[in-house]
């Protein structure tokens, strides 16, 4: 065999795994563009039923989220001005107040402050009272070392909000004296 031989015959086979390799690749991209096309009819659907949902939640959703925000809206709009008026009144007030305070000073009265407590004493021994009822209202057995060192508790109670109480009715004798005293001596 010759060269000339040897190059037609590798010419041949070249031309022929090209034609063959041609039509093979043909026959790939066809697969391909086929697979393309049918995802491609797969995302579309997929996409329709999306927008078909997407259209049926805002036909629903939206009128009735755009009432509830205009509730919402008109309710804060409402309470923001609610709470600007009260700042307003309250700066009023603590001026007033301040303007008041620089005119009058009193020093605390021994009657109110021995009230405040008495209420404070009273109050505590009714908590105290309310926390030792069992939930079907009997009070706790009186042997028990807890429920006897509560009754001596509110028993102390009791005894410093009579002492207030004392206190105030001296005050207020010595506040009908005094009073006497002052109405005796314009007559005088």
């Known amino acids: 065999m010759t060269i000339q031989v040897w190059t037609l015959l590798f010419s041949a086979i070249t031309s022929g795994l090209v034609l063959v390799g041609g039509i093979w690749l043909r026959y790939v991209v066809a697969q391909q563009l086929r697979s393309k096309d049918a995802t491609i009819e797969t995302l579309k659907a997929a996409i329709e039923l999306h927008q078909a949902e997407i259209t049926t939640l805002k036909g629903d959703r939206a009128p009735a989220i ?3 925000y205009k509730v919402v ?3 804060a709009d409402k309470i923001t001005q609610d709470k600007q008026k009260l700042d307003e009144q309250l700066r009023l007030l603590t001026e007033q107040r301040q303007e008041r305070d620089k005119t009058r000073v009193y ?3 021994p ?8 209420k404070g004493l009273i109050l505590g021994a009714s908590i105290l009272l309310k926390h030792l009822r ?4 009997t009070v706790v057995e009186p042997d028990d070392p807890f429920a006897q060192g509560a009754f001596n508790a509110i028993n102390e109670i009791n005894r410093e909000a009579q002492s207030r109480h004392d206190m ?5 004798q010595d506040l009908r004296e005094k009073a006497t005293a002052l109405t005796r001596r314009p007559n005088e």
């Open 66 to 68: 755009a009432a509830e």
């Open 73 to 75: 809206k008109e309710y």
């Open 134 to 137: 069992e939930p079907s209202g």
């Open 168 to 172: 105030v009715k001296g005050c207020i």
């Open 107 to 109: 020093p605390p009265d």
């Open 111 to 118: 009657a109110d402050i021995a009230i405040f407590e008495a």
